[in-house]
């Protein structure tokens, strides 16, 4: 009976993956007591963490059925990241308590929940409308987190305006793509740029590159990033949407970008956007990285820089080049729990509260210091994976000048994420340090090993390499 | 022992070593146990391996494969082995000197430096012992992050600046040119492994070639040549005992080491095909090696001094390995030989005298010499092998290097290596014969006892080794011919 429900429920996995975190935001948000709504929140976070990884296994490293399209790599790979990173971020949560008011607290476990759901879905939705959906759903859950904190900080008040107006702009866009697609292809399975004969391919090509730039100004890639410093800087949500509602969008464009490139009509256009998006990402995110005087600030436009090359990698189109997006994206999400996690652990947003902290804050010290080093692009990191594998990919086509981008931003890299190490361990304290009392902060801890362990997994990369050329294979329909 | 277990202890000896002094920093003599006994275990196993080596045997350790077909390994080859055993036999004597300093000195972060000083002699072993480019690469921004925090060593303001001059430049040169150039070999080779008579060797056009060489001899800023040379101003803010570290053991060495890599594995009869950049970096190798000894003509302070001079010895294996040319590549690994005894000596001796008499200019060691007559024994005979004077290391070097010069027609190199000649004996000769033939100081020390002999004897040890090349240049052509007989 057991086993059975178990197969039940791995077959159903993509909509479990939904509704499940969906039911138990339900229950966290009807729950007034903030300690228990988060440890509701938390076991379901988990267990569609478990579910996740349940399914990118049996899709990726065995023939089992998974439920999802046979183009669905992306989703495959992603889902699991980003409902682990969900679980980790969730049991995190349990520390940050103080930032939320009491009665506050159960609607923010719940939009945390909202977030992973949102973005699971539009990794898995079989057609664009659902996962316009899907996506708005996210998004303004994203909106609800940024802006929960607002009685305590206005300034999360204008972070969360301007994500809703970014966010209008993008869904509007989205929502003209969708149209533009369903007039040119005639449907809005996603599986339809493989599978028919496309009548109109530029309002296809129109609608599709619609839906990418919508994605682009959700992803915050530049010059879409208006709202990426003040959502991400000031508020307490930045740990949820720096690490999860960002590696969600720009995985999404991904996917949809992978499916594109299955209706040769379509190829050139899709890899034009991207290109165009991704360049103009990592230059503008270096610059804004290097200038940022404030570690959510810096943390949030190294991401910006690093869509950038997940951007020019998808754009190549090309199995080596999805495979290289997908390592670039598992970069980030680590990258992203150890930057915004070590700064939620350290209680300090501007760049002088590190100084000297590499002492009394080892964890979240070590955290940063590695994932500045995956973001200089420093050897044996999963960021140096990413990037090698981006210039291989790149050269192995003749795109030299995208190699040159990643080189550039591993330049900036040095510049911007060098400053973090020095300041934790070669400066001398400034100010008494505020981390997080008691034993609560532990709760950190989890997060902040997995990031560390996920970022040293550049030494011996082996599965990761395998499960991403998986992923882009299956991508490209070369998968069975 | 096996060949691979003693790799393994020279590489890892030192990180242990390391890890050991900072977890016991007292007493002070535990720590100076600690310190001295990783650099002889480290020592001992360079020189099996170049006893191995030198018995026509080679291992390879391989500790990961981070990428497809490119793994993070280190094996044993005649040049690789020589320098090992070479650099961790003067870091025997450096640990010991280093125990002097912080005894003399009451150094309360000692610790500190001696355990970045053994890392900075793991890393060294590290790109001496490189399997292939990738590993190279590693543990050559591995030396980097190592030896900067020496610099920043005092706590104040300017340390830290230059500590940060420091970084900037290494990593900006290895990150913007040396990994693009990492790239393109693997585009153009398919491989990054070292090879015998070059990755390149017959793969590359003459554009190509010279952009890639281009872009290797300045991503190699570590061995000094200008416009990414900030960092040897910049290091030589640093305490004495982290420049015997940074101009003679470690970061200059492995400059000189990398370009040698490159030329012969990497470039190998490829090098031909560059000849059009090669004359034009000669040329800037040459004038630099001239500026580089005027700078130090100009110092006064003796840490700048041998800085500068240490960077135009250092230029002179990078106008070896650019020569094209066995002789040339034969005369950048004597080079290195004798860069790190004549450095060695020079940075111990600067040294020994801050840590006895708080002197640290070159105006006040005159007459030193007559109540430190070792130590100025060994200052004098390191300086004779900086300029190039016979018997010592530094004359076979510039020998081969005028030779190898002459040989390939560049005649203006060798003319410019002969100024430099000059140069440096304008700068080293007249200190060392001041600090010997001039006046006695009265009451020069800081403590009634002088010099103590943790500071003396590393000093004459490694000025005693420059001669050792007197002995032993047939052989070491003989053992070091496969770094060239591959292309022939």
């Known amino acids: ?480 | 022992m096996s060949a691979e277990l003693s790799l393994l202890i020279a590489l890892g000896a030192p990180v242990i070593g390391a890890i050991l002094v900072l977890l016991l920093p007292k007493p002070p003599g535990l720590r100076d146990v600690l310190h001295i006994g990783a650099a002889l275990a480290q020592a001992i196993a360079a020189a099996h391996l170049a006893s191995v080596a030198a018995a026509g045997n080679t291992t390879r350790v391989i500790l990961a494969r981070p990428l497809p077909g490119v793994d993070l390994a280190f094996s044993l080859e005649p040049l690789g082995a020589l320098m090992a055993a070479l650099l961790a036999g003067l870091g025997v004597l450096h640990a010991v000197h280093n125990a002097g300093v912080a005894r003399a000195t009451q150094d309360k972060g000692a610790q500190r430096l001696m355990a970045y000083a053994s890392l900075a002699s793991a890393a060294m072993m590290g790109v001496a012992y490189s399997s292939n480019l990738f590993t190279f690469y590693v543990v050559y921004q591995a030396l980097t992050l190592a030896t900067f925090p020496m610099i920043a060593h005092g706590g104040d303001e300017e340390g830290q600046r230059a500590a940060r001059t420091y970084l900037a430049t290494l990593l900006g040169a290895s990150v913007g040119l040396l990994l693009p150039a990492l790239v393109w070999t693997y585009a153009v080779a398919g491989a990054l492994d070292f090879r015998a008579g070059g990755l390149l060797a017959g793969r590359v056009d003459p554009l190509t070639a010279s952009a890639l060489l281009v872009l290797y001899v300045f991503g190699l800023a570590k061995a000094g040549l200008p416009p990414v040379h900030g960092w040897v101003s910049a290091a030589s803010k640093a305490p004495h005992s982290a420049q015997v570290s940074i101009f003679a053991l470690s970061v200059l060495p492995a400059g000189g080491v990398g370009m040698i890599k490159v030329a012969a594995y990497v470039f190998g009869s490829a090098l031909h095909e560059a000849a059009l950049a090669a004359r034009v970096l000669l040329l800037l190798v040459g004038v630099s090696m001239c500026v580089a000894a005027l700078i130090a003509l100009s110092k006064q302070d003796l840490r700048e001094r041998f800085a500068y001079s240490a960077m135009a010895q250092s230029l002179a294996v990078v106008m070896g390995t650019l020569l094209a040319h066995p002789t040339g590549l034969f005369a950048s690994a004597l080079q290195v030989v004798a860069l790190a005894c004549g450095a060695a000596t020079l940075t111990m001796a600067a040294g020994a005298v801050y840590a006895a008499t708080g002197r640290t200019e070159a105006r006040d060691t005159a007459g030193l010499g007559r109540v430190m007559p070792w130590t100025f024994a060994g200052l004098a005979i390191a300086c004779a092998s900086m300029v190039g004077m016979p018997p010592f290391a530094g004359a076979w070097a510039k020998l081969w290097l005028i030779a190898a010069a002459a040989d390939t027609g560049f005649i203006s190199a060798a003319v410019l290596a002969g100024a430099a000649a000059i140069l440096t004996f304008a700068h080293l000769g007249p200190l060392a014969a001041n600090a010997l033939a001039g006046r006695a100081p009265t009451d020069p020390f800081k403590r009634a006892d002088g010099a103590s002999i943790m500071l003396v004897a590393p000093v004459i040890l490694s000025g005693a080794a420059t001669l050792w090349l007197l002995l032993i240049a047939d052989p070491l052509a003989r053992f070091l011919s496969p770094l060239w007989m591959g292309g022939s």
């Open chain 1, 1 to 480: 009976m057991i086993a059975e429900g178990l197969e039940l429920a791995r077959i159903n996995s993509p909509l479990l993956l939904v509704t499940g975190p969906l039911v138990g935001a339900a229950l966290a948000a009807a729950i007034p007591n903030a300690r228990a709504s988060w440890a509701i929140a938390a076991i379901a976070a988990i267990l569609a963490a478990v579910l996740a990884f349940d399914l990118g296994w049996r899709g990726l490293f065995t023939a089992g059925s998974t439920g999802v399209s046979r183009h669905d790599g992306a989703g495959l790979f992603v889902v699991p990241l980003l409902a682990g990173g969900g679980a980790l971020v969730t049991l995190a949560l349990g520390a940050l308590s103080k930032d939320v008011s009491e009665r506050a607290a159960p609607f923010a476990h719940a939009l945390v929940l909202v977030v992973i759901a949102g973005w699971c879905g539009a990794l898995l939705a079989r057609d664009l409308f659902s996962m316009f959906l899907a996506v708005e759903t996210a998004w303004l859950a994203g909106v609800g987190l940024a802006a929960v904190n607002a009685e305590r900080d206005r300034a999360a008040l204008s972070g969360a305006l301007r994500m809703l107006i970014a966010g209008g702009v993008g869904a509007a866009l989205l929502l003209l793509g969708v149209g533009f697609v369903a007039n040119g292809v005639g449907e809005v399975r996603l599986l339809a740029f493989a599978e028919t004969r496309i009548a109109a391919p530029e309002l296809t090509s129109i609608g599709v590159g619609l839906i990418l730039l919508g994605l682009a100004i959700k992803a915050g890639a530049a010059p879409f990033h208006f709202w990426v410093g003040s959502a991400f800087g000031r508020t307490g949500a930045a740990l949820v949407l720096g690490a999860l509602a960002a590696l969600g969008a720009v995985a999404v464009m991904v996917r949809v970008a992978g499916f594109a490139f299955a209706a040769p009509d379509l190829g050139a256009g899709v890899a034009a956007v991207l290109t165009v998006v991704g360049a103009a990402s990592v230059v503008i995110g270096s610059l804004h990285a290097s200038g940022a005087r404030n570690l959510k600030r810096l943390a949030a436009y190294a991401g910006v820089a690093q869509i950038g090359c997940i951007l020019l990698s998808a754009a190549l189109g090309s199995p080596a080049g999805l495979a290289a997006a997908l390592v670039q994206m598992f970069a980030m999400l680590a990258a992203a729990l150890a930057l915004f996690g070590g700064g939620a652990a350290i209680g300090g947003v501007a760049l002088p509260s590190l100084d000297g902290l590499g002492r009394r804050a080892p964890l979240a010290s070590v955290a940063i210091s590695v994932a500045a080093l995956s973001l200089m692009g420093a050897p044996l990191t999963v960021g140096f994976l990413g990037r090698w594998r981006m210039i291989e990919a790149g050269v192995g086509v003749g795109w030299w000048w995208a190699a040159c981008a990643v080189v550039a931003a591993s330049l900036a890299g040095v510049f911007y994420a060098g400053r973090l190490i020095d300041r934790l361990y070669f400066r001398k304290s400034s100010a008494p340090y505020v981390g997080e009392g008691g034993g609560w902060r532990w709760l950190f801890a989890p997060m902040l090993v997995v990031a560390i362990l996920a970022i040293l997994l550049g030494l011996e990369p082996a599965w990761l390499l395998t499960a991403a050329d998986a992923a882009a294979a299956r991508m490209m329909g070369l998968a069975p």
